[in-house]
């Protein structure tokens, strides 16, 4: 305790942003980027889309405040949703990470995805339920001004899980939204929320106080959720080109654990769509973050440096199976995680002559982490320990690069990441021999990418790039090499080692005017060594090469300033390449609508409506197509009120959001059987969430 609160009096983080400008690696990223933009000093000239793409590919996406104000969403979670060809599905409850599915990987709780808050990771690496788990429940969604998405691994700042795809969401008010203002939401599910959100109105954006409180009965059996979250970001600092930055924050949420339900059961009446086959599953998350940031630029050098401090609990209460591997004893377990993190990040660019800038970005993080797993009766009383582990574990990463313009039309970025990773694991159940683990492991990741820009609105886009995971802190428990007589299935996924990702793209970016522009993407993900974590056994399961073809493609419309249509496809042909089976998981084709209307009368409106067709499961298992519509509506009344009506899956749908083939025995007057069968999360039904907020 002692040590956790020395840390924590110790945390900071510095993070110095450059400027906005050109530059596709620009660390700083504004609020609202601008609609139009002169060359730059490297002659460089940026295309005025509004579409928000990021500059340097052709499918990476920025998405601004008023499309995150106007989104239908229940938590931080649903604002991924806004990101093209990104799938999300909770399997469990509000408060539990969600299972994440891009570009063909089923990234179950953020193993494939890096993601950060600012130049906050929030990934936890060698977490006891999933390896780079993610749980965004602490933030609070008023806050979040904009979300940067990277498909693939083509920047040098992309670090640790951004094997298939990054995301980043970047904290503040905007001016139009600044000021006091207190919403309260009550939701046909017996859903009470109470926000806060304070933004001084003569303080830059990154200044606001913000409080949130939630009750939710939930949509089932076994969904009641609570949780309450606080987060301070305050300006300390500011002078010549140069701004100082803290944020804090505070969450604790509870929530119970539904489970999957089997298909055939509620098939034949013995189990309901909504229904749960556990009773008192639940569990607990808390998380506290610390952060100064430093951001700035002077003449040509533009620099970042970072320090952040996180401290985090986490407890699951769980039965997927049944009574399947224990018969008399059932198959109920708790996970226990506490850690303490710390790290410090650097990103460094200086504008070498007017066609070429020097970057180099860093990053260190280290992890002390506690884990645990207990294995319950169904009364809740331990009755065995099969997890206990000690784990201390650093990362460190450093990246030389350069952005070069040979011509005025041609922009080149790239570089080369170092990046290495050592683990010590003391297993507190293994015998004395084998109670100590250690190991290092070391990986180069190549990335380039290049622009070329065509009549000033047409765009043409290639990119490659090695993206990496580093393995879970567990992995070097295992012997070197097979004893006799021991069990090796504590852990399934072989020896450690990096998982890399090498990642190719091509595409085009065209806006003919200024009522509509198109994306297109091509990409190509090849894996040598596959590793597939398995959330129901607990498993990570070694697999062979993979290979991952797709096609990205979006329009964007804009009939006027105040209202914005788009659709975005993805399909994916992702198979195993020995075998020629196809990668259990992801979906291979994904559409999504989008609109977003902010008329200046004060009506505004939000339609989020995704078609997801049929993916393959393990075991030859096969998950169904589903289409889902989610809206919302409001109005503004002059400046002290607003009112919000949403309405989640309007058409009424009953689908299953989750999807998964595995054994399972819950009757126990019939026989068990090995034989895996579908089971499904319920996805939300009709759902009515009205709120009314106050400004002043």
């Given at each position: 305790m002692k040590t956790?609160?020395?840390?924590?009096?110790?945390?900071?983080?510095?993070?110095?942003?450059?400027?906005?400008?050109?530059?596709?690696?620009?660390?700083?990223?504004?609020?609202?980027?601008?609609?139009?933009?002169?060359?730059?000093?490297?002659?460089?000239?940026?295309?005025?889309?509004?579409?928000?793409?990021?500059?340097?590919?052709?499918?990476?996406?920025?998405?601004?405040?008023?499309?995150?104000?106007?989104?239908p969403k229940r938590s931080a979670e649903d604002l991924l949703r806004m990101v093209p060809g990104l799938l999300i599905v909770q399997h469990g409850n509000q408060g539990k990470g969600y299972q994440f599915y891009v570009r063909g990987f089923d990234a179950v709780h953020g193993s494939d995805i890096e993601f950060r808050v600012g130049d906050v990771p929030v990934n936890e690496p060698s977490n006891v339920h999933a390896h780079g788990y993610l749980d965004l429940a602490w933030i609070i969604p008023e806050v979040v001004a904009q979300i940067d998405a990277h498909k693939g691994a083509f920047r040098l700042e992309q670090g640790n899980f951004a094997t298939a795809a990054s995301i980043r969401?970047?904290?503040?008010?905007?001016?139009?939204?600044?000021?006091?203002?207190?919403?309260?939401?009550?939701?046909?599910?017996?859903?009470?929320?109470?926000?806060?959100?304070?933004?001084?109105?003569?303080?830059?954006?990154?200044?606001?106080?913000?409080?949130?409180?939630?009750?939710d009965d939930g949509y089932g059996e076994s969904r009641r959720a609570a949780r309450a979250s606080a987060m301070a970001q305050l300006r300390l600092w500011q002078r010549d080109g140069l701004a100082l930055d803290a944020l804090a924050t505070a969450y604790d949420g509870s929530f119970e654990l539904p489970g999957t339900v089997r298909l055939d059961d509620v098939k034949a009446g013995r189990a309901d769509f909504y229904g749960s086959?556990?009773?008192?599953?639940?569990?607990?998350?808390?998380?506290?973050?610390?952060?100064?940031?430093?951001?700035?630029?002077?003449?040509?050098?533009?620099?970042?440096?970072?320090?952040?401090?996180?401290?985090?609990?986490?407890?699951?209460?769980?039965?997927?199976?049944?009574w399947l591997l224990q018969r008399e004893r059932g198959d109920r377990h708790r996970q226990r995680q506490e850690a303490l993190s710390l790290g410090l990040t650097l990103d460094y660019e200086r504008q070498l002559s007017d066609r070429a800038a020097l970057r180099i970005v860093g990053s260190w993080r280290g992890d002390v982490i506690d884990q645990g797993q207990d294995e319950l009766l169904s009364t809740g009383r331990i009755w065995s320990s099969s997890r206990d582990l000690g784990i201390a574990?650093?990362?460190?990463?450093?990246?030389?690069?350069?952005?070069?313009?040979?011509?005025?039309?041609?922009?080149?970025?790239?570089?080369?990441?170092?990046?290495?990773?050592?683990a010590h694991v003391r297993d507190r159940l293994a015998a004395p021999e084998r109670r100590e683990s250690s190991g290092?492991?070391?990986?180069?990741?190549?990335?380039?990418?290049?622009?070329?820009?065509?009549?000033?609105?047409?765009?043409?886009?290639?990119?490659?790039?090695?993206?990496?995971?580093?393995?879970?802190?567990?992995?070097?428990?295992?012997?070197?090499?097979?004893?006799?007589?021991v069990d090796l299935d504590q852990f399934a996924g072989g020896k450690p080692f990096m998982t890399t990702t090498d990642n190719g793209e091509v595409g085009a970016r065209v806006q003919p005017s200024e009522l509509f522009d198109v994306g297109t993407s091509l990409f190509g993900i090849w894996i040598g060594r596959e590793s597939i974590f398995d959330h129901v056994s607990g498993f990570n399961v070694e697999l062979g090469a993979t290979r991952r073809l797709g096609l990205e493609a979006d329009l964007q419309i804009h009939p006027t300033r105040w209202l914005d249509l788009?659709?975005?496809?993805?399909?994916?042909?992702?198979?195993?390449?020995?075998?020629?089976q196809r990668i259990p998981g992801a979906p291979p084709l994904f559409i999504q609508l989008q609109g977003a209307l902010n008329h200046p009368s004060g009506f505004r409106a939000g339609l989020r409506w995704f078609v997801l067709g049929p993916r393959p499961l393990s075991y030859g298992g096969k998950a169904g197509a589903t289409t889902v519509m989610d809206l919302s509506l409001g109005y503004r009344m002059r400046r002290w009120a607003q009112f919000d009506l949403s309405i989640d899956n309007a058409l009424g749908t009953k689908w299953r959001e989750g999807e998964y083939n595995f054994a399972s025995y819950w009757d126990r007057s019939q026989r068990a059987s090995q034989i895996p069968g579908i089971h499904f999360v319920a996805g939300p039904p009709r759902m009515v969430r009205a709120a009314v907020t106050l400004f002043w």
């Open positions: 956790a609160l020395l840390c924590t009096a110790f945390a900071a983080a510095l993070s110095i942003p450059g400027l906005a400008h050109a530059s596709p690696w620009a660390v700083v990223h504004p609020v609202e980027p601008p609609e139009a933009a002169a060359p730059d000093e490297a002659g460089t000239r940026t295309v005025k889309v509004r579409t928000r793409s990021d500059g340097l590919t052709a499918s990476g996406r920025r998405i601004g405040s008023e499309q995150i104000q106007t989104a969401y970047d904290l503040g008010v905007p001016k139009r939204l600044r000021g006091t203002r207190v919403s309260y939401e009550i939701g046909s599910t017996n859903r009470h929320r109470v926000a806060v959100v304070h933004a001084p109105r003569n303080r830059p954006d990154a200044t606001f106080l913000a409080g949130e409180v939630l009750t086959y556990v009773d008192g599953a639940r569990g607990r998350s808390q998380r506290q973050v610390a952060s100064l940031r430093l951001s700035g630029a002077s003449g040509a050098n533009r620099i970042s440096a970072t320090l952040w401090q996180q401290s985090r609990r986490l407890q699951l209460d769980e039965n997927y199976t049944g574990q650093q990362s460190f990463g450093l990246a030389p690069g350069l952005r070069i313009t040979p011509r005025r039309w041609w922009l080149l970025d790239g570089g080369v990441r170092f990046d290495a990773f050592d290092t492991l070391v990986q180069l990741s190549p990335r380039i990418a290049t622009r070329f820009t065509l009549r000033e609105r047409w765009q043409l886009f290639a990119a490659y790039g090695r993206g990496f995971r580093t393995p879970e802190a567990r992995a070097f428990t295992l012997p070197t090499s097979v004893p006799e007589n788009g659709i975005d496809v993805t399909a994916v042909h992702a198979r195993f390449v020995d075998s020629g």
